[in-house]
Structures are given as C-alpha cells and as structure tokens.
C-alpha cells in the first residue's frame, strides 16, 4: 500500500481484527456480485470503499425513475443507462483504484460458472428465484462462499452459504427449488427503500469478514429483520444431507 492507501483505508487499518493484513487481503480479493439493484447498490458501494481490487457487476436491467427510491448507486442523469453501466461509474467515482468489471446481460449457464470461478466471494443481490438457484449450483460447483439477500415491503433476510464448510447448508437446503415458485416483486408489493440499505451492507459486512477471516459469518444462520418494529431474528440452519444440489458433498 502507498501513503494514499495508507490514509484511504486508515480506519479499517486502525481496528486490530482487521489491519493492515486484512486490508491488503481486500485489496487483492475478487468479488462478483450479481444484481446492481436495491441489494447490489449498497453491497457494491461498501466493498467499493473498502478496497476490494476487483469487483465484477453484473445486471441485464436499465435504470428506470422507479429505481432512484432505493437504488442508491444510480441517478437520474444515468435513466436509460445500463445498471451494470452506472454502477461501474459510481464505484469508480467512489475508489478509482477499484478495478469494476460491467456485464450487462443476465448470466447464466457457463458463463454464470466461469463468473463464479474466478471470484472469491460471490453476492445474491438479484430478485429472482431461479436466478439465486442457479448462482448457488456454480457456487457449490466450485466451492465458493455465497453471501445472500432478500428485501420485500417491511422484511428483509441475509445468510451465507460457505461452500468451503462441509457442514454448511446451501441455498436450496433451505429454500428448496420448485417449478411453480411464488415470485413476489417490489414492483407489485412495494419495499422500504432504507430497508435494501440495511440488508445489503449486512451484505458487504459479510463479505468484507470473509475476506479477511475475521469475526464470525452467518454461516447456518437465517438474519431476519421486520423493518416496522426494526427488530432482528437469527434462525438456526442445518445442512440438508439429501439436499440434491450439494447432498454429496
């Protein structure tokens, strides 16, 4: 690090779990995080100003006036632009040092996989069911720590999934893929915006601690908050043995 980093990461670097060991693990980590809406928006922005060397933002959607309610990382001047586009620009703004790869296409199939292979952590930060099973298939594939999250009206959830740990339950132990799903959007229901604030720094928090091997992960914890009465839960994860997406672990 130079005298510039020195002074840019200076209070992370004052706080002994982390410093200055951790700040030069985030600085050489690669993380891909994959949605640059509600959840990815703030999630990118903390990882941003926390160093990390290479962040990969994917996200086939474009900027819509709708967004701007919660989608801190836009702005009106970047309508119509694509998401991927206008996060690589603010991040860059934030910490030119970052490297931002922009994928402006939903990822899938192989080159979903090879995305996840060559990250060290992995966001759910997408608002799909079927595209949060498929990350979790590359992640347990290739063995790679998968830091999730959820928001929706007043309610939000964040775990992580780390593919390092046999004794780790995946995303499908607990939600458990089905043709007929129930897809629930914030464009039908709503969402507090401070609340995709809330739960995708959790999501950076976690990232950053898995980076540096600090403190302990939600690894086999459910962290559930209820916006309106601001109150947290933790509920207790069990890896699922007959779970056919990592039952053979």
């Known amino acids: 690090m ?3 980093d020195l002074l840019r990461y200076a209070r992370h670097i004052l706080l002994n779990e982390l410093g200055i060991e951790g700040q030069e693990k985030l600085l050489q980590a690669r993380v891909l995080i ?3 809406g509600g959840l990815g928006a703030p999630a990118s922005l903390y ?7 290479r962040i990969t933002l994917a996200d086939d959607d474009v900027v819509e006036l709708s967004n701007l309610q919660r ?3 836009h702005t009106t001047g970047r309508l119509d632009q694509a998401k991927a586009k206008s996060g690589k620009q603010a991040l860059h703004a934030l910490n030119p040092s970052v490297q931002v790869d ?5 990822l899938m199939g192989r080159e979903l996989e090879d995305a996840v292979a060559q990250a060290d952590i992995v966001l759910d930060c997408c608002d799909n069911f079927a595209t949060r099973h498929a990350i979790n298939r590359a992640c347990v594939l290739h063995r790679k720590p998968l830091v999730s999250g959820a928001a929706i009206r007043f309610a939000g959830q964040v775990s992580v999934y780390d593919m390092r740990d046999d004794a780790s339950p995946c995303y499908h132990c607990l939600f458990p893929e089905a043709d007929e799903a129930d897809e629930v959007s914030c464009a039908t229901t709503g969402v507090l915006g401070p609340l995709v604030g ?3 720094s959790t999501q950076a928090a976690e990232a950053i601690k898995l980076i540096t091997g ?3 992960s939600l690894t086999g914890r459910l962290l559930c908050l209820d916006a309106l009465t601001m109150q947290w839960n933790s509920i207790g994860l069990k890896r699922d043995p007959g779970c056919p997406v990592c039952g053979h672990r």
Do not use: E, F, K, T
């Not at 941003?48 to 060397?53: F, L, P």
């Not at 922009?102 to 939903?106: D, G, K, S, T, W």
């Open 198 to 200: 809330i739960i995708g």
């Open 34 to 36: 994959v949605g640059a």
């Open 102 to 106: 922009a994928i402006v296409r939903r």
């Open 2 to 4: 130079n005298d510039q």
């Open 47 to 53: 990882l941003a100003g926390a160093g990390v060397g």
């Open 214 to 216: 600090m403190g302990q």
């Open 71 to 73: 989608q801190i990382i």
